[in-house]
């Protein structure tokens, strides 16, 4: 929090301490009057004191958010003008460094950016360099006395105007991005009213309709039951449709998620990770693999052990998730649920036809016997109202692989269980279609 703090100090420039050490210009000057060398030192003195009295007034007002814009700073540089027109021709000397502070000292005033202030510091350097050389008859001195006091104010004004322009766009750039999150906060909670409202209507109208018909006519009350089991599945992929874009699917983040759901499984996580990192293209594709390979490794295996093993060189990456398994623990065991998460997300690109096509029983290839081939549950085909659930994705993903230029194989491990490996190549995948798999 410190160090964000400094950050911030750091971007609105410099403040008005950074100024005061430039007094030291006037050493010279003071030096001169405490030995002496000065014609009246006790004027002298008193032309330092009111010299810095008003630099510092001038300064300090200028950074100041309440009197930087009032006509405080111009009156004080104002008279910081004529004092210092007065003690250089009055003493003359070390006197005319002077002018640069006074130059700087105009740099600060916002009232005179910009043309204003360019012509002021002509003026000004012209005026300083004319008079040196009139008092001392010396060019180069004059030159340099001219020159030095025109680029002191230029400087100083160029350096705060560039940092005022940055602080502003800081501000419009997290203006922007407050606004850019009010609006998405108010699409998502208005998606969610428009995808809840009527359906939630609806449930609660045959609800009270099941209510009614069981004591009289249980089968009349089944279809209602059945026809709320549909409109609620309808919900849940609308639902999911409308929330993808909150759910990143990068291969850092599914890795994690992994080894968290197979340790709370029971499943033992091995993890390794070697090679360069990844284009979020790539990631994103094969963090959908891991997702749906996990789940039916929790859901369907039976397994104990679970290792996931990515490999990345400079031309293509590979992807191996392997369980120990031998099926499901018992029949109740649920459906993928995941996998058919993935489907519903991407209707027509390895939905439920290329699910029912599968052969392999999902990622882990442990076919559940509670899950009949239409992708529903056994009690819900003898219903006669199998919904879509279930089914496996695998010709989906290897669809999606395949359109970025790489494969998805599964198949039995031989040794352990089941294997599923998927590589793709590496910065030449199709951005297009990974963007509306995570879209």
């Given at each position: 929090?410190?160090?964000?703090?400094?950050?911030?100090?750091?971007?609105?420039?410099?403040?008005?301490?950074?100024?005061?050490?430039?007094?030291?210009?006037?050493?010279?000057?003071?030096?001169?009057?405490?030995?002496?060398?000065?014609?009246?030192?006790?004027?002298?003195?008193?032309?330092?004191?009111?010299?810095?009295?008003?630099?510092?007034?001038?300064?300090?007002?200028?950074?100041?958010?309440?009197?930087?814009?009032?006509?405080?700073?111009?009156?004080?540089?104002?008279?910081?003008?004529?004092?210092?027109?007065?003690?250089?021709?009055?003493?003359?000397?070390?006197?005319?460094?002077?002018?640069?502070?006074?130059?700087?000292?105009?740099?600060?005033?916002?009232?005179?950016?910009?043309?204003?202030?360019?012509?002021?510091?002509?003026?000004?350097?012209?005026?300083?360099?004319?008079?040196?050389?009139?008092?001392?008859?010396?060019?180069?001195?004059?030159?340099?006395?001219?020159?030095?006091?025109?680029?002191?104010?230029?400087?100083?004004?160029?350096?705060?105007?560039?940092?005022?322009?940055?602080?502003?766009?800081?501000?419009?750039?997290?203006?922007?991005?407050?606004?850019?999150?009010?609006?998405?906060?108010?699409?998502?909670?208005?998606?969610?009213?428009?995808?809840?409202?009527?359906?939630?209507?609806?449930?609660?109208?045959?609800?009270?309709?099941?209510?009614?018909?069981?004591?009289?006519?249980?089968?009349?009350?089944?279809?209602?039951?059945?026809?709320?089991?549909?409109?609620?599945?309808?919900?849940?992929?609308?639902?999911?449709?409308?929330?993808?874009?909150?759910?990143?699917?990068?291969?850092?983040?599914?890795?994690?998620?992994?080894?968290?759901?197979?340790?709370?499984?029971?499943?033992?996580?091995?993890?390794?990770?070697?090679?360069?990192?990844?284009?979020?293209?790539?990631?994103?594709?094969?963090?959908?693999?891991?997702?749906?390979?996990?789940?039916?490794?929790?859901?369907?295996?039976?397994?104990?052990?679970?290792?996931?093993?990515?490999?990345?060189?400079?031309?293509?990456?590979?992807?191996?998730?392997?369980?120990?398994?031998?099926?499901?623990?018992?029949?109740?065991?649920?459906?993928?649920?995941?996998?058919?998460?993935?489907?519903d997300h991407v209707p027509g690109r390895g939905g439920a036809?290329?699910?029912?096509?599968?052969?392999?029983?999902?990622?882990?290839?442990?076919?559940?016997?509670?899950?009949?081939?239409?992708?529903?549950?056994?009690?819900?085909?003898?219903?006669?109202?199998?919904?879509?659930?279930?089914?496996?994705?695998?010709?989906?993903?290897?669809?999606?692989?395949?359109?970025?230029?790489?494969?998805?194989?599964?198949?039995?491990?031989?040794?352990?269980?089941?294997?599923?490996?998927?590589?793709?190549?590496?910065?030449?995948?199709?951005?297009?279609?990974?963007e509306e798999l995570t879209r």
């Amino acid at each position: 929090m410190c160090a964000s703090k400094g950050r911030a100090r750091d971007r609105k420039g410099p403040g008005k301490y950074a100024f005061l050490p430039w007094l030291l210009m006037g050493l010279g000057a003071f030096s001169n009057v405490i030995q002496g060398k000065t014609d009246n030192p006790w004027l002298g003195g008193l032309g330092l004191l009111a010299f810095n009295s008003l630099y510092i007034s001038v300064v300090w007002s200028s950074f100041n958010p309440r009197l930087r814009d009032s006509r405080r700073p111009l009156i004080a540089l104002g008279l910081l003008t004529a004092v210092t027109f007065a003690i250089a021709l009055g003493f003359g000397g070390s006197w005319f460094l002077f002018f640069p502070l006074l130059s700087l000292a105009s740099g600060t005033v916002r009232a005179l950016r910009g043309k204003k202030l360019a012509l002021w510091l002509i003026a000004l350097s012209g005026a300083a360099g004319y008079l040196n050389g009139w008092r001392h008859g010396d060019a180069g001195g004059s030159f340099g006395i001219g020159y030095g006091t025109f680029l002191s104010g230029m400087v100083t004004a160029t350096v705060l105007s560039l940092f005022d322009t940055i602080q502003e766009l800081n501000t419009t750039r997290q203006e922007l991005a407050r606004s850019a999150v009010e609006k998405e906060r108010l699409r998502f909670s208005r998606d969610l009213h428009d995808l809840l409202g009527h359906t939630l209507s609806v449930v609660v109208v045959k609800a009270e309709a099941v209510r009614r018909l069981a004591p009289r006519n249980l089968d009349a009350a089944l279809a209602q039951a059945a026809d709320i089991e549909a409109v609620g599945r309808q919900a849940l992929t609308e639902i999911r449709e409308a929330v993808t874009g909150y759910r990143e699917g990068s291969l850092t983040t599914e890795l994690d998620r992994a080894r968290s759901v197979l340790e709370a499984a029971g499943i033992e996580p091995v993890v390794r990770q070697a090679g360069a990192p990844l284009p979020p293209q790539a990631g994103a594709l094969l963090g959908w693999v891991v997702r749906e390979g996990v789940t039916n490794t929790v859901r369907h295996s039976g397994a104990t052990r679970c290792e996931i093993d990515v490999h990345a060189d400079e031309e293509r990456v590979r992807l191996t998730i392997t369980d120990d398994g031998r099926g499901p623990v018992s029949s109740g065991a649920d459906p993928a649920s995941g996998l058919a998460w993935l489907r519903d997300h991407v209707p027509g690109r390895g939905g439920a036809a290329a699910d029912r096509e599968d052969p392999d029983g999902g990622p882990g290839g442990h076919t559940d016997p509670a899950v009949d081939a239409t992708g529903g549950t056994a009690d819900t085909a003898a219903a006669g109202r199998a919904g879509p659930v279930g089914g496996t994705g695998l010709k989906g993903l290897t669809e999606r692989l395949a359109a970025a230029g790489g494969t998805l194989r599964s198949g039995p491990d031989g040794r352990r269980g089941f294997r599923v490996t998927a590589e793709l190549p590496v910065g030449t995948g199709d951005g297009t279609d990974t963007e509306e798999l995570t879209r």
